[in-house]
């Protein structure tokens, strides 16, 4: 019986216009996937209340009718053995046990992370550990993984392993054992040679593949592990990116996806208020954008394999698995099929982000103070949120302060506050401020605000007054 919601309906078209065929194979055929499962990363249980949110997305998934579900590292927050229970006894509720085998009908695929192993000691979670009334003594690190793992998960645990799910391999490298897949492939890797894909997760991006696979990833051993397998799809976490990072999926050799987290997310680096640092830089004055937000905004993954091509639907699991961007669609066999998410190839055809026709900027200094609480003026500017191009959303925004005499301008960028969430949060109007301490001395400049897209294309630029110096400084007390 074909299932013709209208959902399904604009699905089998957008899937068969991107892949050529308008739509009428999915929608003659009433097609179902051959495999589907569900993916989060980085849940960070500590108590049994941090893991409502996980049994929430376990309970979206299941009504999915998944067949898995995949969770690549940082299982526990602190590193605990209680916290490990705490995922069972949710994944049991909501997947309980069925028949003699003691097993779910759908099939948890977990790895360790390194929280998993280290969280006891890092810094203010293990503040937080204490605070809850628990203790470093029951750490998974002390007390030994493997038995733990085995007593509460009733699975085998090794370094590298390979469950199979409706006839589709998934391996599995842990946070100390991912190390060791290169020579695990070599003596292992015949046997997921071909067209069928099969599926790799481990808890740091793979080197070189998705954004800031630099900064947060391995050291190059699941690149160079998989870089002669066109039919690998690696699953990463560590990162905390979100679904609306178009950077989060890369092909090259392979196919490499970085999962959003559960639990809180990453904020890009470098932007006036999204600084990698907790406080900021003595004169940033934009309060940051909060990552943590008590293990808020989790996102995930449903990922769907048919016959001839996998989708990639990117969820809002905390707005109950509301739809987030546009799915990712990549076609099979991946070897001889077109790299759709080459990065190189998507940054020259991404289009930039506009204003809107007659869109204007106001500019105007005003006194706040800057985040360590010292009293500052700062240059605000007032603007219309840009338009994204059809399919994307927008990252940032970049403030330039350009000299009339071309001399070389300040850059600033500020993440648009909601570059993270679903496009129906997308405020309408923006204010970004900075320090006016940073302005150029004694000379005349613009403002300038461009729009950018995830690939750093800007949009057209609104420009501001010709501003002078550094306009009240010298009224504020020194």
Same mark, same amino acid.
């Given at each position: ?21 308008? @739509?009428?194979?999915? $929608? ?40 898995? +579900? ?13 916290? $490990? ?25 977990? &790895? ?27 750490? $998974? ?6 038995? &733990? ?70 050291? @190059? ?36 996806? =970085? ?32 990552? %943590? ?13 048919? %016959? ?12 109950? @698995?509301?739809? @987030? ?19 190189? =190839? ?12 007659? =869109? ?10 800057? %985040? ?5 003026? +700062? ?20 403030? %330039? ?78």
């Amino acid at each position: 019986m074909l299932d013709l919601t209208r959902r399904n309906f604009l699905q089998s078209a957008f899937v068969g216009s991107a892949l050529g065929y308008g @739509g009428c194979r999915s $929608l003659v055929f009433g097609e179902r996937p051959e495999l589907r499962f569900g993916v989060v990363s980085d849940i960070h249980v500590t108590t049994p209340e941090s893991a409502s949110l996980f049994e929430a997305s376990l309970r979206y998934f299941r009504d999915r009718d998944v067949d898995a +579900v995949m969770v690549p590292g940082d299982l526990a927050d602190w590193g605990l053995k209680s916290s $490990l229970q705490y995922i069972a006894d949710a994944w049991n509720r909501v997947f309980p046990p069925e028949g003699p085998s003691g097993k779910s009908r759908v099939v948890p695929l977990f &790895c360790t992370g390194n929280h998993d192993f280290e969280g006891w000691w890092y810094g203010d979670m293990a503040m937080d550990m204490h605070a809850n009334g628990y203790s470093e003594d029951e750490a $998974l690190s002390k007390l030994g993984l493997a038995a &733990c793992w085995e007593e509460i998960f009733h699975e085998k645990w090794e370094p590298i392993r390979v469950r199979k799910v409706k006839g589709y391999d998934f391996i599995s490298g842990e946070w100390q054992g991912f190390e060791k897949i290169g020579e695990w492939m070599k003596a292992n890797g015949a046997r997921f040679k071909g067209d069928k894909p099969f599926f790799y997760f481990q808890h740091p991006p793979l080197r070189g593949t998705t954004s800031d696979s630099f900064g947060w990833a391995d050291k @190059g051993v699941g690149f160079a592990a998989l870089k002669d397998f066109p039919n690998a799809v690696s699953f990463s976490g560590h990162a905390h990116h979100t679904f609306n990072d178009e950077l989060s999926i890369w092909q090259g050799e392979f196919t490499a996806i =970085a999962t959003p987290s559960l639990s809180y997310m990453g904020v890009p680096k470098e932007h006036e208020n999204g600084s990698g640092k907790r406080d900021g830089a003595g004169q940033e004055a934009m309060p940051k954008i909060d990552a %943590r937000r008590d293990l808020r905004g989790g996102q995930g993954f449903v990922v769907n394999v048919y %016959r001839n091509r996998i989708e990639i639907e990117r969820r809002d699991l905390e707005e109950g @698995g509301e739809e @987030g961007a546009d799915p990712w669609v990549v076609p099979l066999p991946m070897a001889s099929g077109p790299k759709t998410y080459d990065p190189v =190839a998507r940054a020259k055809a991404a289009s930039a982000p506009q204003f809107p026709v007659g =869109a204007k900027l106001e500019t105007y200094t005003r006194n706040t103070e800057t %985040r360590q609480g010292k009293w500052a003026i +700062v240059m605000t500017l007032k603007f219309p949120a840009a338009i994204p191009p059809k399919g994307l959303r927008i990252l940032d925004y970049e403030v %330039r302060a350009v000299p009339k005499d071309g001399s070389t301008p300040l850059v600033k960028r500020f993440v648009s506050p909601a570059f993270h969430k679903l496009a129906r949060f997308e405020p309408k109007k923006l204010e970004f401020w900075f320090n006016v301490a940073e302005l150029p001395q004694d000379k005349d400049y613009a403002l300038e605000v461009y729009p950018r897209n995830w690939y750093g294309t800007c949009g057209r630029p609104l420009a501001s007054k010709t501003w002078h110096g550094k306009p009240g400084l010298d009224k504020a007390k020194r």
